[in-house]
């Protein structure tokens, strides 16, 4: 066992060979059991009863290390072929403890609690998410390495040629990447052949949620690594030195991007111009670009290269604000709108110079509805005065006008309405005038469809409640590993209230909270202590 561990943790072909005949071995006893014992044994094609290929270790990385010239530098191939060591031992020891317990499976039929001590170790997730994170930069080193050296590509043809799978590289350094959803595929088939009762039914529970824990935060953690990349290609693509300088702090980080328009409005309300933007939303400041179309292509090729950009302005969170008119109702897809009302509301917060959402020219239309509606109502009630009987000008004929003005005046309404479902209007600090007063202005963009704006409004209002004092100070939470939670992981704060303390002195608190869109109820335990003088 000793000479098999070690054979493991050097990631020798010879100590997996042995693992996969451990294993095969321990099969044999399995084949004998019930129904359900025989649906639960670990078939030759399982990927828990086979192991890892070598990846590239053996095939690929010993005898590019030992080429005279060389095919890859040092720096290349630690980039290609970057933490597959690792990934290989952990697989190796797993498959270790795995076929001890197949090899002891009349006695104990225990494989579950194999899995959680497998993978619930810190440097299983280390490795795994800074493969993954590398990934494709490993990828681009191979396909850049077959177009400039084609020594590289036919090296890759012999050795794909004479292995037994016939299997390329990238689907072999695909395989650490796939073996996740594997495994849990795998539990969860022999959670189904499990009877409730058997003592390996909850470590399979146990094994299934760690994994899919597991899968969670590799998927986390490569969405952090893009958000980094992104930061670095914004910063490549303002090419400014003030915004390198604000983009270079370690606790900022890009939430989202999104293409918009921006639209501009004279005092009258009336559309003057339009113009696309792209507004990068960061944990604490929002910037407006416009991209630089005379840098956006590589002279020696003709290709788009990265897309640079022109920044407009940059704001802090904490000063911007979401406008919005009118009752409050749902910009999403399947927005409930608020029963018509004849316009009062309209005309009570109009006001001479101010800009409103939607279109000037619909909440002009809709003022002369209004203004006539007004008039025919009085006209009605002159019309209802009179003494003697007139064809044509009657109370009936009255009413059907109000009717139909009033008919109008929803439907315009709902024109409105809908085109507030895409527009998002911001108020943002201007510059102090001559006083030292501050000033505001205002920007309207409309996103392309209204569930866009529902969630960037929603991305934007959690970034600002992540930036309240109660929120950047208040949590203290320490992972398996004993690192602190980061910033952007801490439950948000919404709101907390008192409650009567228990005899005990000891009550429970529901605290409602926020995460990147999604709301969470979550019970906290909280502990009186009393202070000795």
């Known amino acids: 066992m000793q000479k098999l561990v070690k054979a493991a943790k050097e990631g020798t072909k010879d100590g997996l060979e042995k693992t996969k005949a451990a294993v095969k071995k321990g099969r044999s006893f399995i084949r004998t059991k019930s129904f359900h014992q025989g649906k639960r044994h670990l078939s030759p094609s399982t990927p828990a009863s086979s192991p890892l290929s070598a990846v ?113 590289l990238y689907g072999l350094m695909m395989k650490p990447i796939q073996r996740f959803p594997q495994f ?61 300088k604000l983009l270079s702090s370690g606790s900022r980080y890009l939430i989202r991007s999104d293409d918009m328009v921006e639209t ?99 909440y002009q239309d809709l003022q002369n509805l209004i203004h006539d509606l007004s008039l025919v109502n009085q006209i009605s009630g002159m019309i209802s005065s009179l003494k003697g009987n007139y064809q044509n000008v009657n109370a009936t004929v009255a009413q059907d006008w109000v009717s139909g003005l009033q008919r109008l005046i929803s439907k315009k309404e709902e024109e409105i309405r809908a085109a507030d479902r895409c527009r998002i209007q911001l108020q943002l600090p201007g510059k102090h005038d001559k006083s030292g007063r501050p000033t505001f202005f205002m920007a309207v963009f409309n996103t392309f469809t209204p569930a866009t704006k529902q969630s960037w409004v929603s991305s934007l209002q959690m970034a600002k409640l992540a930036l309240e004092d109660d929120n950047l100070q208040g949590w203290f939470l320490a992972e398996d590993d004993g690192n602190h939670m980061k910033k952007q992981k801490h439950p948000l704060l919404l709101r907390q209230m008192p409650v009567v303390m228990s005899k005990l002195q000891e009550f429970k608190v529901w605290v409602t909270s926020a995460l990147r869109h999604n709301g969470r109820i979550q019970l906290s335990m909280c502990k009186q202590h009393h202070s000795r003088e």
């Open 56 to 168: 590239g270790s053996q095939q690929y990385e010993k005898p590019l290390l030992g080429m005279e010239p060389k095919l890859l530098s040092d720096r290349k191939l630690k980039v290609t072929f970057y933490r597959i060591r690792e990934i290989l031992q952990c697989h190796a020891l797993f498959q270790i403890a795995l076929a001890s317990r197949v090899a002891d499976w009349d006695s104990s039929e225990m494989i579950g609690d194999v899995f959680v001590a497998s993978f619930s170790k810190s440097m299983v997730l280390d490795a795994y998410s800074e493969y993954v994170n590398n990934f494709s930069s490993a990828m681009g080193v191979i396909k850049k390495t077959c177009m400039s050296k084609p020594a590289f590509l036919e090296f890759l043809k012999q050795v794909q040629d004479g292995s037994t799978d016939r299997v390329t």
């Open 184 to 244: 849990i595929l795998l539990l969860q088939d022999m959670l189904k052949n499990t009877p409730v009762g058997h003592a390996d039914r909850l470590p399979l529970q146990m094994a299934l949620t760690e994994l899919e824990t597991l899968a969670d935060k590799l998927n986390e953690r490569k969405r952090e690594a893009d958000q980094r990349c992104e930061i670095k290609h914004i910063a490549k693509a303002m090419n400014e030195r003030y915004l390198n």
């Open 264 to 362: 501009v409005y004279s005092e009258r309300g009336e559309v003057v111009k339009t113009k696309e933007r792209r507004l990068f939303l960061l944990n604490d400041v929002l910037m407006c670009a416009t991209a630089n179309t005379r840098g956006s292509q590589d002279g020696s090729s003709g290709a788009p290269s990265w897309q640079r950009f022109l920044l407009k302005w940059s704001v802090p969170l904490s000063f911007v604000d979401v406008v919005e008119f009118g009752s409050s109702e749902d910009t999403g897809d399947s927005c409930r709108f608020p029963a018509p009302h004849s316009g009062e509301k309209v005309v009570v917060n109009a006001k001479p110079n101010k800009l409103y959402m939607g279109p000037g020219q619909l």
